[in-house]
């Protein structure tokens, strides 16, 4: 299931004008905490299995590469084109929402 916080969030941080760090900060501030209360309402709801965590173990090396990646990129990228990108991000959530399943 693909989560569709994203795309509203996007559309509205690119007209507010913002440099990038602003913007991405912003983006971890909602992001983190509605991560963490979906995985509390996963759990809650006992949707948590060994295999999910397995699977969420096995994914942390990634998420931590990625991380860091996203964070060496993210300073060498000058703001107009962070903004093309940011609009790109878009169109591909976009896309994806509407591709058949």
Known sequence: MLGTSGP???V???GTGWEPPRIRATFQG???PMSLFAVLGHSLAGLWTAQTAATLL???PAIAMGTLLGNVLA???PAA?????LYGSLLVLG???????
């Open 95 to 101: 896309a994806a929402l509407l591709w058949p399943r």
């Open 81 to 85: 084109r962070f903004q093309r990108l």
């Open 8 to 10: 509203p969030l996007v």
């Open 12 to 14: 509205w941080a690119a």
């Open 30 to 32: 909602v992001f983190l």
């Open 58 to 60: 096995t994914g942390l």
């Open 75 to 77: 300073e060498r990228i």
